[in-house]
């Protein structure tokens, strides 16, 4: 069981640039997350999916895409990127709702530069 | 939506001393609470968690309380270790819900 990965580990962008970050679980998770984590500001919800088709704006959507194609999949696109989204991209996955409490795993976690 | 708040933002703490960090949250809706521990360059993992339903949990050295009257819940570490020293998240969530996590923690225990 890998649980969640996230490709690539390191990327170093120019503005204006495009990037898809990959997501993947092994754990059949109906629900997937996508957070920024920058100094201080804690993690913040870019966009969620609460399974395979299915996608929602979180707290800070704005300069990004998701699209989930696959349950076990959970892309992030940058279309152009820019410097104010240099951070640490997690992505965490969970069981579906319903009348479950439902723990976060999370990723590794991605580092992004935009020069 | 949610919002949580999360203090202190640094806490220093001796060895085998006890650390205490408080979260506040907004919405009355709010039903699960957990505890991400974060050490550098790693993921965040779950620590523990409560749900509503009950006002306190421990697990070892580990223990959270829960006060929905007044909207809070806390995190307390008891004879902190050197490798307690971490960044810790509170979060809120409603079953089936998105998370909103608090700003961070940064926890150093001297040795």
């Known amino acids: 069981n890998a649980g969640v990965t996230q490709t690539p580990k390191f990327r170093v962008l120019k503005t204006g640039q495009s990037m898809t970050l990959l997501c993947a679980q092994d754990m059949n998770h109906e629900y997937m997350y996508w957070y920024r984590q920058d100094p201080g500001m804690g993690l913040r919800l870019i966009h969620y999916?609460?399974?395979?088709?299915?996608?929602a704006k979180g707290e800070v959507p704005d300069g990004y895409n998701v699209s989930r194609l696959k349950k076990q999949n959970f892309l992030l696109g940058l279309e152009s990127a820019a410097p104010s989204q240099t951070s640490v991209y997690f992505c965490?996955?969970?069981?579906?709702?319903?009348?479950?409490?439902?723990?976060?795993?999370f990723g590794p976690g991605t580092r992004l530069t935009v020069l | 939506g949610e919002n949580v708040e999360q203090h202190p933002s640094t806490l220093s703490v001796q060895e085998g001393d006890s650390a205490v960090i408080k979260c506040t949250y907004s919405?009355?809706?709010?039903?699960?609470f957990p505890w991400y521990k974060q050490e550098l360059g790693k993921r965040p993992q779950l620590i523990i968690d409560i749900r509503s339903n009950v006002g306190e949990k421990k697990d070892q050295r580990i223990a959270v309380t829960l006060n929905k009257t007044a909207k809070h819940f806390s995190l307390h570490i008891t004879e902190t270790q050197p490798e307690d020293s971490a960044v810790y998240f509170c979060a809120a969530s409603k079953i089936g819900n998105q998370f909103y996590f608090g700003t961070g923690t940064s926890l150093t225990v001297i040795p």
């Open positions: 919405d009355s809706a709010s039903n699960y």
């Open positions: 999916s609460v399974g395979e088709g299915t996608t």
């Open positions: 965490a996955s969970s069981y579906s709702g319903g009348s479950s409490y439902n723990e976060q795993f």
